[in-house]
């Protein structure tokens, strides 16, 4: 059964930098996409990037357009989300969720990490 373990959130000033990791284990993770979603207090969960099962990053909010980007090693069984840039707003609690197909909807995920905290204080 596949678990995800996300990891790599942390606290970064305006402009830094935050490489979050997604491992799996349970079930090998590169026949899945991949999604990063984030929610911050007292809003709903939003997609931010996916990266399909060939590799394909799709971001899902124009906001990271430019300064965020997925990656995957399939060797380590991990799917990473690279984030420059950062900015306040940016700020949140990050989760990878896998399914078979890239989607912006919460709802199409099976399988979810319990998230990483990012903090950029304003």
């Known amino acids: 059964q596949l678990q995800l373990v996300e990891s790599g959130g942390g606290l970064v000033q305006p402009g830094g930098s935050l490489t979050l990791s997604c491992e799996a284990s349970?079930?090998?993770?590169?026949?899945?996409?991949v999604g990063w979603f984030r929610q911050a207090p007292g809003k709903e969960r939003e997609g931010v990037s996916c990266?399909?099962?060939?590799?394909?990053?799709?971001n899902f909010a124009d906001s990271v357009q430019g300064r965020f980007a997925g990656s995957r090693d399939n060797a380590k069984n991990t799917v990473y989300l690279h984030m420059t840039n950062l900015k306040p707003e940016d700020a949140a609690v990050y989760y990878c969720?896998?399914?078979?197909?890239?989607?912006?909807?919460?709802?199409?995920?099976?399988?979810w990490g319990r998230g990483t905290q990012g903090t950029v204080p304003s």
């Open positions: 349970g079930a090998t993770l590169g026949y899945y996409a």
């Open positions: 990266i399909s099962r060939t590799g394909e990053i799709i």
């Open positions: 969720a896998a399914d078979l197909e890239c989607s912006t909807y919460v709802w199409s995920y099976d399988v």
